[in-house]
């Protein structure tokens, strides 16, 4: 029988590498705020956001009556800072008052996308999918000029995440994990089809035993395949909405439009129709940004079995198999097809990591 293998983020993490959305926003604002720490003869600057000194501080420092070590104190620490944002402890002043114990270091947004998604981090106190908080603000944009500047936002979000993906990567290369070419010997031959959610190229360590490759939604550095970074879930009365708009600026980062751009899913496509096909879901959480295209492929006429792998934190610690397995059944319309396809909880395994 044929085998759809579906890799995801967690197929990378599970490799040690800082690729989720915490760590890629964790070293955006530690990069950016080190910028606004270079203590030169001008205002320090940044490109998505300044911080603006009070009159008083800046002017003892450029007349020397304030050290570049008392300045550096009074106008805070960035790990301190990146720490607070990273483990959600920061609080809502934050963002008007960069520093809660410093003086009045304004912080002003360039990137309004940016400034709005750490306010909505900052009120959960939660991580939040990037791309799923891009269509939400997508929902409240009405004028075509505040659409421009979403987007506009939001693609200096997706070069900072291609050029950190790439950066990480190179510069710790992923090791092979024995254990998952375990897995890979099992399941794959020459009628398997690994689709790769991700930008990266980890499974290029791996014996898939000729087994097809497609880089659904591009790869690092690509410009036969671009990387494609945006929302995914086309079957919303919401997105019915958009359209109805007939504006181009609100279909511009919508994944389904964007994969006409490569022939990644038309080769998919037709892999489906050739034969029946099982599941195998590796690192990949089934979420809404992906929802069009999973829907796609689980609901398929062909689809005759799904078997995810889960993630399980060392030493007994929590799983997610009940997100995950609530994730995979937002996928189908028709429920029983999903109690039909999908492989018992008790027959799941884990995803082996990294460290184990």
């Given at each position: 029988?044929?085998?759809i293998?579906?890799i ?43 911080i ?12 020397k ?64 999918d ?20 979403l ?16 950066r990480?990567?190179?510069?710790n ?5 024995q ?17 790769n ?54 279909l ?88 039909d ?16």
């Open positions: 029988m044929s085998r293998i579906l995801g983020n967690g197929f990378d993490l599970a490799h040690g590498l800082e690729t989720s959305y915490s760590e890629v926003l964790r070293n955006l604002l530690k990069e950016e705020t080190s910028q606004n720490f270079k203590f030169l003869e001008s205002i320090p600057d940044s490109t998505l956001f300044n603006v000194q009070t009159k008083e501080l800046w002017s003892g420092y450029k007349n009556t304030l050290s570049k070590d008392r300045y550096k104190i009074q106008m805070g620490d960035t790990t301190e800072f990146v720490d607070g944002i990273y483990n959600g402890i920061v609080h809502e002043s934050v963002w008007t008052n960069l520093y809660e114990h410093n003086f009045n270091n304004d912080v002003k947004f360039k990137n309004i996308f940016l400034s709005n998604l750490l306010n909505e981090i900052s009120k959960l106190e939660k991580w939040i990037i791309e799923a908080f891009y269509f939400k603000k997508l929902l409240e944009t009405k004028t075509e000029m505040t659409m421009m500047k987007n506009e936002d939001f693609k200096q979000i997706t070069d900072y995440l291609e050029e950190y993906l790439y990480e990567y190179n510069n290369p992923p090791k092979k994990i254990s998952i070419q375990n897995i890979f010997d099992t399941i794959c031959n020459e009628q398997t089809l690994l689709v959610f991700n930008y990266t190229t980890t499974e290029t360590l791996y014996d898939l035993q000729n087994s097809k490759v497609i880089h659904i939604h591009g790869e690092l550095k690509s410009t036969n395949n671009p990387i494609i970074f945006g929302y995914g879930d086309t079957t919303s009365e919401n997105y019915k909405e958009i359209k109805s708009k007939n504006d181009i600026e609100y511009k980062n919508i994944k389904f439009k964007r994969y006409n751009e490569t022939g990644n899913y038309k080769e998919l496509k037709e892999f489906m129709e050739l034969h029946p096909y099982e599941i195998f879901i590796m690192g990949h959480s089934c979420g809404i940004p992906d929802r069009t295209l999973l829907r796609t492929i689980l609901e398929h006429k062909n689809c005759s079995l799904i078997t995810p792998y889960y993630h399980q934190e060392k030493e007994g610690g929590k799983n997610n198999k009940e997100e995950l397995s609530s994730n995979i059944l937002l996928n189908f319309q028709n429920e029983e097809h999903f109690s396809k999908v492989e018992s909880q008790n027959n799941w395994k884990p995803l082996p990591q990294v460290n184990d």
